[in-house]
């Protein structure tokens, strides 16, 4: 990729080596398909190489007992049937991506319109999380109220209950030995994920904006204790124990009906081989000529095996309609003047020339053109799959889909309702989300580091090719931008890309002549409390208004909830700290420089965390370190006007109920 530094091109040297350990680890064992005559052992023999209980395999997705007793609990879990030590990514050779729904305020806000949401269902369900305490950023894509989706280990795996973890004895809990504890803490963590555009940069692709620029978010295993077999994996989905531990709460945690729960304990281990789903082993990220990332098989997969489970989540297509908070007054004024609907569950009405935008969510999702119902696949690294054509007549010709989509059996409860037989009103009326499983199967025999493709659908591909060709008839496009230059004058450069080539940061008073692309602000991390019992002033500091605060280093500072917007305005080198006076003729120490920043206040601050309104909050001696590039809201890439918006189609697989069909 032209604009990517040779660090980020490293990374993936650094995972591609990673991969091929991995497989290489996978040959080793036992069960591991080969190309051999003899086709015995149970994961070459086509049934089911991901349900089987192969003996490589570590985690399971499996039913979770006692879940149907406790609202808002989940039915289905992340176990074990190995001790992974401390350090054990979940995922070894690859994360998942990370997606963001933008303006959703009027799909999640406490009123009438969360009865008929399916999405405040995933919500309170713990399958979607808010942007700013999640601790993986996101929250200045929109103006209005954005969550995040994170699929794979982090929409699969249930949340630790934090009602229950304080209620364990301190000292047993800092040993890491008491038994409640190692069941209701969360025992895996991810760092925020990898950001760039996989060789696709706008004006140089159709397909711009039209994937996750935020991939491969890996989850490690943090208990010290590691977690034994039989275990199940706990994530810390509201971030409630991030902050406690990085002392960023303002208040206990007090878990309501509303929350998940922590585990129940240990699964038996010939359970989970008996009945749950393998969920790794068969699949890894890896770079893909044609679209810069894909799914690639780690082991030959046989014709007719499983490759992957896909369990997924339904929800109306109107959902992945959005506007911006903007666009939303709009309507309201229009609708006052117009006597128009809002909200619910009712049509809302759009003032003449306004169109509804789409999440980039909709493209990961399946669907059926004749349906209102979509379906959302979040196992681990199954959104990485790409298009190709089917293999049977009328294909494009090249290269082909190798794996096709089936429904999986074997998590289906059999005292339940078949979610399949319902309708699309009946299915949003279930009191859970949870309840329906898929799998890619192999059409053929895959070979090892083979891209995994499936056909997306004639309905996709058709959109796809009008989608080419205006993209390509645009004179708009292809045209160079200007962001090599690291942000000379007005061309559009993404915050990740100033991160890596802007080194010395320009006060405000040089961005007059040379400013940053209009896209990005710069941000700080910093802490701003104030102390109400002290007559509103802050717990750092007793300073004047203009007078400038030392910016100091704290325990849980570099968490993105203390990244606010600020403006520098003026920057000095390092001092030699054994001397009162620098030598200018020298340099300052390895070239590092110290800014002094006006710090802003984010969008949903606490009131004792906001900067009152009129003071001018200066803060001095700030790291390099301590500063982000941002991009600012709706200038990324999946917010590009005509960037690709279409669900991957079902139409020919014969796998979509036909209970589902309500607009043909």
Known sequence: MHRLKTSRRSSSFTIAFAILLFVASLASEDEVCTNRDDDSSSACDGSSAVSDSPSWCRLYLAARPNSSNRSHSRQYGIYTVKHLPRGTPLTPTSGDILLHLIDVDHLLNNNNTQQSSQLSKWYQHGFLVDAITSGYGGNYEGKGRVVSVLPGVGMLAASSSSSSAAA?????????????????????????????????????????????????????????????????????????????????????????????????????????????????????????????????????????????????????????????????????KWRRENNGSRGGGDEVILPPGMKWRHQLMLNYCFGHSNSSVLLFPYGPLVNYVNHAPSSEPGGEGGVTANIGIRWSEKLNKANDLDPRTMSPSELWKRPSPEGLVMEYFALRDIQPNEEILIAYGSVWSKAWAKHEKQWKDDPNNKKIDGANAGGHGNDYSPAYIMEDVISNLRTAEEQLLFPYPKNIFTACFYSYRRDESKGGATSTTKRTLNEATPWTMSRGLFDMMNLRPCKVISREPAKDRFTSEYNDRQGPPSGKMFYTAIIQNRPGLPENEQIPKGEKHIVSGIPREAFRFVDKSYTSDEHLEGAFRQNIGLEETGVFPEAWLDLS
């Open 168 to 332: 364990t004895n301190s000292n047993d809990r800092n040993s890491g030995r008491n038994s409640n504890d190692r069941n209701n803490r969360p025992n895996v963590w991810a760092k925020i994920p990898t950001t760039d555009e996989a060789n696709h940069p706008r004006n140089y692709s159709p397909l711009a904006g039209s994937f996750a620029l935020n991939y491969n978010l890996t989850y490690v295993v943090n208990h010290p204790m590691g977690i034994e077999g039989g275990g199940e994996v706990l994530v810390d989905r509201e971030g409630w124990f991030r902050r406690q531990a990085l002392g960023l709460n303002n208040e206990s945690k007090n878990d309501d009906s509303s929350s998940e729960s922590g585990s129940d304990g240990n699964m038996n281990i010939q359970q989970l081989h008996q009945s749950g789903i393998c969920l790794e082993g068969n699949i890894h990220l890896s770079i893909s000529t044609s679209t810069g990332r894909g799914a690639f098989a780690s082991r030959l997969l046989k014709k007719g095996s499983a490759v992957a489970p896909v369990p997924v989540l339904s929800l109306p297509r109107e959902e992945l309609r959005y506007l911006r908070t903007q666009e939303w007054k709009k309507v309201d």
